[in-house]
């Protein structure tokens, strides 16, 4: 078993980390990123990582020097939200569980971008961290199909084939890693969304526009406000104008979109059904043009 320092941040990160638990590794150590504000209200909050480890009694910390004073056989990073120094990453071996096909979407969002692009698989790697960003050798990488699932679905799976991976590589300690082999081909780049990456311009095509309702937190103009919808499928209507409604239907330059969810301006999120019998009821179209999303 080895000795382990552990750098995560999000949820999608705490299965690994209980993973490596479970199978007698010594976490020495946990970085996360700071506390914040995670939803509603003032008051801060940890991280589901640093949460996680600290039910599980282990020592947390929020600054990577905390690092300089520990004896670890390596150090795994899932997700921990910040570029780690130079200097750090040539201190140890630094194992990264990056959730794309490398060198395939290197970056801040490599899932979301993969289903905007319309990638038919998505992937999951385990590489040894170097100074270049995403550019390390891989030990081992798994694929998993998209089909019509949304990111956050995606995530989980990912995360959960990542956690396997990572227990199978180490389950005989460090001195028995595979060999990593370097990446192969031409890089492309996964730059952070911006709410232009997620805004509906219905005269686009109702294929990519339901891509960007299955990232997340899509959004339109209805009424000078900002409407998000949540959850859609392709619709079987052809006879709407781009914007145009009929009942859940959104015509778009390309067939149609169903509605299933949407989040009107100041309000929870419910069915398209119960919004259509209220205040949705007179609404013909969404308005055009619409703001550039920056």
């Given at each position: 078993?080895?000795?382990?320092?552990?750098?995560?941040?999000?949820?999608?990160?705490?299965?690994?980390?209980?993973?490596?638990?479970?199978?007698?590794?010594?976490?020495?150590?946990?970085?996360?990123?700071?506390?914040?504000?995670?939803?509603?209200?003032?008051?801060?909050?940890?991280?589901?990582?640093?949460?996680?480890?600290?039910?599980?009694?282990?020592?947390?910390?929020?600054?990577?020097?905390?690092?300089?004073?520990?004896?670890?056989?390596?150090?795994?990073?899932?997700?921990?939200?910040?570029?780690?120094?130079?200097?750090?990453?040539?201190?140890?071996?630094?194992?990264?569980?990056?959730?794309?096909?490398?060198?395939?979407?290197?970056?801040?969002?490599?899932?979301?971008?993969?289903?905007?692009?319309?990638?038919?698989?998505?992937?999951?790697?385990?590489?040894?961290?170097?100074?270049?960003?995403?550019?390390?050798?891989?030990?081992?990488?798994?694929?998993?199909?998209?089909?019509?699932?949304?990111?956050?679905?995606?995530?989980?799976?990912?995360?959960?084939?990542?956690?396997?991976?990572?227990?199978?590589?180490?389950?005989?300690?460090?001195?028995?890693?595979?060999?990593?082999?370097?990446?192969?081909?031409?890089?492309?780049?996964?730059?952070?969304?911006?709410?232009?990456?997620?805004?509906?311009?219905?005269?686009?095509?109702?294929?990519?526009?339901?891509?960007?309702?299955?990232?997340?937190?899509?959004?339109?103009?209805?009424?000078?406000?900002?409407?998000?919808?949540?959850?859609?499928?392709?619709?079987?209507?052809?006879?709407?104008?781009?914007?145009?409604?009929?009942?859940?239907?959104?015509?778009?330059?390309?067939?149609?979109?169903?509605?299933?969810?949407?989040?009107p301006a100041g309000r929870r999120a419910m069915s398209a059904e119960d919004w259509k019998r209220g205040s949705g009821a007179a609404?013909?179209?969404?308005?055009?043009?619409?703001?550039?999303?920056?």
């Open positions: 078993m080895a000795r382990i320092a552990f750098l995560g941040t999000p949820l999608l990160a705490v299965r690994p980390l209980l993973g490596l638990l479970d199978d007698g590794h010594d976490i020495v150590i946990v970085i996360s990123r700071p506390d914040a504000k995670r939803g509603r209200g003032a008051a801060l909050s940890p991280s589901p990582v640093k949460q996680a480890a600290l039910e599980h009694g282990l020592r947390v910390s929020d600054e990577v020097s905390a690092l300089d004073d520990v004896d670890v056989d390596l150090a795994v990073v899932v997700a921990y939200g910040a570029i780690l120094p130079g200097s750090l990453v040539d201190s140890m071996v630094m194992l990264n569980l990056h959730f794309s096909d490398l060198p395939r979407w290197r970056g801040a969002a490599p899932v979301e971008r993969a289903v905007l692009a319309g990638d038919e698989e998505v992937s999951v790697c385990v590489m040894r961290i170097v100074e270049e960003l995403d550019a390390g050798p891989v030990y081992c990488r798994a694929w998993i199909a998209v089909g019509d699932a949304s990111v956050e679905t995606l995530w989980d799976q990912l995360s959960e084939l990542g956690t396997r991976l990572l227990r199978e590589i180490l389950a005989s300690g460090v001195e028995s890693l595979p060999v990593a082999r370097e990446q192969e081909g031409d890089a492309t780049y996964a730059k952070k969304l911006t709410p232009r990456d997620v805004m509906l311009d219905f005269d686009a095509s109702a294929s990519d526009l339901l891509r960007r309702v299955r990232v997340g937190r899509a959004w339109t103009m209805l009424g000078g406000e900002r409407f998000v919808i949540l959850r859609a499928e392709l619709g079987d209507r052809n006879d709407l104008a781009p914007g145009e409604i009929d009942g859940a239907h959104v015509g778009t330059s390309e067939g149609s979109l169903l509605l299933l969810e949407v989040k609404v013909r179209a969404f308005d055009r043009p619409m703001p550039d999303g920056s």
